[in-house]
């Protein structure tokens, strides 16, 4: 980044590379304003003169900050794909639990990952940024793949590691276990955020979402617990009573 | 429509309602026009100057077939989703073979299906409508609901009447016959489709679209066929030598 004495962005000097307090504050002015208004109107749409408008300082220092309009919209997109990193987080947390010795247990943790699942990729801010990304992904394909790699299929991965864990406690069987995270996934998010991607205001209810997680994970737990805990075991047939 | 005698568009008269050639043909040019840019630029980007340039047609034309640009980009869309009927139509003459008697059959029909239901939807002008609608759904939330209701989820609709065909036949258990569909169709395309949302260049080669279409299809019936049919027909247990 940076950094003038230009009086017209009202900047106080500072080292170079080290944001002051005040230009740090309108960098982050400039970065909401701009963030609200790609959300809104699309890369296309939103003006550097809007952006500087809504965060209320001058185009210059929108341009002391950001050289143009696609390293704004970057810095934006990346920044937020950083934020994936919360749910993931709280994937991993849940995966972590080391108490898991039967498919009872599995079936608890999966389905308590399920939800946790659900309700993060179906966040308002997290939807609107996807929208946002596979809007402009012919544009920018290097970035909409950057955030493919850092956010969903990054997910992806951390289930199919914790996956493998189970698998080698003899619970699962996996095959590539890759493509078994994968199927969970979407057999977990597919309904309600393929939805959400069309209908902005369709969220599941507690309730809906509670079921889409269990049978997601009734049907992931009949193609891949291991053989030998499989008979007994199916949550359809005890929920029916059958045997 | 309407239809009038305004020299700048050329037009030659017509009876109400009914175009005459030329009238239609300016019209098909309008429509493709518009698509292009649509699709290339978004909503917000493309100018009526723009699509009437494009159409090679003057504006006053363009403004006699479409009172503005938001008809003219409702017509497009409802026009496009209309073509999703080509999927659902191939999807239908798949599922209404009637030879299907064992779970084999069936297995070879689900897994027939689900190759060509990856192949349809990620047809490249399949996608970037989607793409479209799905960067516009805030904007015209009604739009983007009947684009999802007519292909998506009519697409489900469809593969839930042929499962409840199978059910009665005693191959499979459904339960909720439309979530059957739906985990089916997840499992099928979130992995294409999903990747291909983000990065337009990636499709699956032949080989992997025929695995994931045979694994989905596994997946599947671990989880639904009738449990009268289920030992000794798990597709893995068979491929990796097991009982």
Redesign the interface.
Known sequence: MRQNDDPVTGGSPAADGIPDGRSARKRRAIMEAATALFL???Y??TSMDQVAADAAVSKQTVYKHFADKEQLFREIVLGVTGNSEAIITDLTSVLRDNDIGSIADLRTVLTDLARRYIDGVLRSNVL?LR?????E??RF?DL??T??EQA??RGINVIAAALRTYEKRGLL?L?DAR?AA??F???V???PQ??A?????DRPSPAERDLLAA??V???L???QD?RHRSGN?A??AKRG?D
Do not use: K
Not at 131 to 135: D, F, N, Q
């Open positions: 809104r109107d699309g296309r749409s609107s929208r946002l990304i596979i809007a992904a012919e394909p909409a793949r955030y493919f969903p299929s069987d095959g493509l994968a199927h996934a979407y057999l998010l597919g309904i393929d939805r991607q069309f209908c902005p205001e049978e997601a009734r049907v992931f009949a193609a891949y053989s199916s359809r047939d059958r």
